[in-house]
């Protein structure tokens, strides 16, 4: 520590120190600056990524697309509904079926305007796991393959 007029207390070390000169003051300041960067960024707590969001982000295939028919498969309350898939949510591994696995949405009302408030019932995600594809003949959920025809079309 520096023996001069001011005291500081120094952050990285809970120390007091003197403040030296005007033109040696802006280099000390500058390591202290830097130093206090580092230390910021070394003791930032991390953020934990999920585990289902590290699997998500695993998966490069992916064989049940928005459009496809599906049913609930498994230990879910919506197990043996069948419906289709609206949207893929990749990043999370989920999907959403529609007419499956509603949950209620409150719509706030507006007095300035004069709407009421309302409950709406919208589907929720469902994970991917928790879903089989339909096979269209015999309506029933199977596991998926892909073939390759003999005239060279790709079938699931």
Not at 49 to 73: C, F, H, T, Y
Not at 88 to 102: E, P
């Amino acid at each position: 520590c520096y023996p001069w007029n001011s005291v500081i207390i120094c952050r990285c070390c809970i120390s007091p120190y003197f403040l030296p000169p005007y033109k040696e003051t802006s280099t000390i300041y500058k390591k202290m600056a830097s130093r206090m960067k580092l230390m910021k960024v070394l003791y930032k707590p991390r953020k934990k990524l999920k585990p289902q969001l590290v699997e998500a982000a695993k998966k490069s295939k992916w064989n049940i697309v928005r459009g496809d028919k599906v049913e609930v498969i498994g230990n879910h309350p919506e197990k043996g509904k069948q419906g289709i898939v609206e949207k893929v949510l990749r990043d999370r591994d989920r999907v959403i079926v529609q007419g499956v696995n509603l949950g209620a949405h409150r719509i706030k009302g507006n007095a300035d305007r004069g709407t009421q408030g309302a409950t709406r019932m919208v589907p929720r995600a469902i994970h991917y796991s928790n879903v089989n594809l339909v096979d269209p003949v015999t309506n029933k959920p199977t596991r998926i393959t892909k073939q390759i025809l003999d005239d060279g079309t790709k079938v699931r």
